[in-house]
């Protein structure tokens, strides 16, 4: 199988806000000119119109209704019986006004997330708006993969996501909370594949070992589901479906999800030179 011959472009595109002028080419001391903004998603006007304005109504519906019939019970049978009967839709209000809440403040999280990307790093603001920097030497790897929801055969939508793997073991997930989530693993990628790419090349030229996340390879053979196989198994290796597919002599077969995958174009590159020496 042929792997690619080029390494991801570092073309970038700027994503920023409306009227956020001073995210281009803006000068930071220690990670260089910033190059790209990727901000959280923010609440839609769908969200607004058939979650939440929806249910703020229902929400005052049930304390108001509540209170009504507290009111007419209070006046023919007392304090106990309207409690009584505005306890159900009291209790009704209260989870909704709840649920309400939590839902709007898990989405207004997710707008203020943002990575902004930068010459020599990263600027990292989490779901809990912790703020991290990284230099592009502290990143191991980078996975990406998409998902697509299908109805009766047709493709309704494409959704992207990734994983950034930090030397430390960390991960860093890039979902659709993100804008312009492609966009953003393609910067990634050409940042860290210029990175690792020499070493990993001279590691594998010189006999070495090298890792792809829980993959290993080496010139003799690829480790890969616990199974050693030798490059003589190997039939041919590709991308399907979201997996990457080892096909062997016999027949059979290995898979593996490559969002689990760091680096999978690298990888692809060595198998090709396994396969093909």
Do not use: C
Request: a positive charge.
């Amino acid at each position: 199988m042929k792997a690619p011959n080029n390494l991801p472009s570092a073309h970038i595109a700027e994503v920023s806000p409306p009227g956020d002028q001073t995210s281009r080419q803006v000068e930071n001391q220690n990670l260089g000119t910033r190059l790209g903004l990727f901000p959280g998603r923010p609440i839609g006007i769908s969200t607004w119109f058939l979650i939440i304005i929806p249910g703020v109504l229902v929400t005052i519906f049930s304390y108001l209704y509540g209170t009504l019939l507290a009111g007419d019970a209070y006046q023919q049978h007392g304090p106990a019986l309207a409690l009584i009967r505005a306890q159900t839709w009291f209790t009704l209000a209260t989870i909704l006004l709840i649920l309400l809440v939590t839902f709007t403040l898990y989405r207004l999280l997710i707008s203020l997330q943002r990575i902004e990307v930068y010459k020599r790093g990263i600027k990292y603001r989490s779901f809990f708006l912790r703020r991290r920097t990284y230099r592009w030497s502290e990143f191991a790897g980078i996975a990406s993969s998409a998902v697509t929801t299908t109805f009766f055969g047709k493709n309704i939508r494409t959704i992207p996501s990734g994983k950034l793997f930090l030397k430390k073991g960390r991960t860093i997930e890039l979902t659709n909370r993100y804008q312009n989530i492609p966009n953003l693993i393609e910067v990634g990628k050409s940042k860290i594949y210029r990175q690792i790419w020499p070493s990993l090349k001279s590691d594998f030229r010189s006999g070495k070992t090298v890792h792809f996340g829980k993959i290993t390879l080496n010139k003799n053979r690829l480790r890969m589901s616990n199974q050693q196989i030798s490059w003589n198994s190997v039939n041919n290796i590709q991308i399907r479906s979201g997996f990457l597919v080892v096909a062997l002599q016999d027949d059979s077969s290995l898979r593996k999800p490559i969002a689990n995958i760091p680096n999978i174009e690298l990888l692809l590159k060595i198998v090709d030179w396994g396969i093909n020496p």
